[in-house]
T-cell receptor, first 112, second 118 residues
């Protein structure tokens, strides 16, 4: 079945460092891909998405490109801030929105 | 708009007790779902609904019941709680009603219910 694999955390960075969180997926057809973020004590919220191959999703300085040839959707940010500390989830949907599949999540700590 | 509201925020149960986790949304979303979040496993889908009177199972439905009598509400029932059900539970909703375009729709999440079963 469909699945999402993302790098284990936690990831600890200093402020203004470059961030990459790896995400790869297994799916038939052409799923939509998402990154969700969970701040402490809150539910998940959509960070960005891409709906077809070579699409780039972007939001709040974060970017991810849908790479069908490598089945990847890596999250990047050029300069992280303390306020980016959170758990990041890679996800896919291939079911018309009924059964979104999530990765295990990657916790990011950013030090001042 | 309040969005997706979950109650309670915290709950401690003894093994064998029953309880209902409440979820309500005020966005007129047809689709609602329940996920559980466990360390190292991400979010796993328990049950979902595509409208009043329609529910279906997700990845981990055993031990949980749901019903959808109104568009707004989607309660999750634990009939006989077990320690394996200790988790954080999230309710989510979306505009999705299936079809290719619906794969692009995002989920709106509640703030979660932290459940401990002793």
């Amino acid at each position: 079945g469909d699945s999402v694999t993302q790098m284990e955390g936690p990831v600890t960075l200093s402020e203004e460092a470059f961030l990459t969180i790896n995400c790869t997926y297994t799916a038939t057809g052409y799923p939509s891909l998402f990154w969700y973020v969970q701040y402490p004590g809150e539910g998940l919220q959509l960070l960005l998405k891409a709906t077809k191959a070579d699409d780039k999703g972007s939001n709040k300085g974060f970017e991810a490109t849908y790479r069908k040839e490598t089945t990847s959707f890596h999250l990047e940010k050029g300069s992280v801030q303390v306020s980016d500390s959170a758990v990041y989830f890679c996800a896919l949907d291939n079911t018309g929105g009924f059964k979104t599949i999530f990765g295990a999540g990657t916790r990011l700590f950013v030090k001042a | 708009n309040a969005g997706v509201t979950q109650t309670p925020k915290f709950q401690v149960l003894k093994t064998g007790q029953s309880m209902t986790l409440q979820c309500a949304q005020d966005m007129n979303h047809e689709y609602m779902s329940w996920y559980r979040q466990d360390p190292g496993m991400g979010l796993r889908l328990i049950h979902y609904s595509v409208g009043a009177g329609i529910t279906d199972q997700g990845e981990v439905p055993n031990g949980y019941n749901v019903s959808r009598s109104t568009t707004e509400d989607f309660p999750l029932r634990l009939l006989s709680a077990a320690p394996s059900q200790t988790s954080v539970y999230f309710c989510a909703s979306s505009y999705s009603l299936g079809g290719r375009a619906a794969t692009n729709e995002k989920l709106f999440f509640g703030s979660g219910t932290q459940l401990s079963v002793l």
